[in-house]
């Protein structure tokens, strides 16, 4: 497993991938990260990744183009799937994602895959919020979830605004 730092406008960010595909996109770099064995340091293997996450935060790329590698469960696959078809700009309830993945009684579920997601902003689990609109939780913190939104020109609620300034 090769990794890579990034600095990003939300910290540093800790990319991890093998040659399937990025596995890894960690929030809180910054805080010490317990390596695996046998991780080593990438060199120009995430430049790509690193280009494609300048885009973003410059708001000139709106979807991501990246060989992907998440490893998880056959549900936890499928919500993350799920979870790139929700369009940059845009907002989706837990049991709208449910829905969409044909299993409508399983917004907890969806809420515990979609926390387990190990590779957000790329795999957008940002996008999620409650049915009421609240911005429910975030594995990056509810400042970081709410500073991705208003960076794709989501409208937040005036409570959810002051989040960005904690």
Known sequence: MLYRYYDSPLGPLLLAGDDVGLRLLHMDAAQPWQLDAGWHAGTNEFDEVCRQLD???SGRLRRFDLRLAPRGTSFQQRVWQALQSIPYG???SYGELAQRIGNPKSVRAVGTA????PIAIIIPCHRVIGRDGSL???AGG???KA???KLEGVNLLPEQDQLMLV
């Not at 979609?114 to 997601?117: D, E, L, R, S, T």
């Open 90 to 92: 845009t907002t989706t």
């Open 55 to 57: 885009h973003y935060f």
């Open 114 to 117: 979609n926390g387990a997601n």
């Open 136 to 138: 429910t939780g975030y």
């Open 142 to 144: 509810l400042a970081r």
């Open 147 to 149: 500073l991705l939104l």
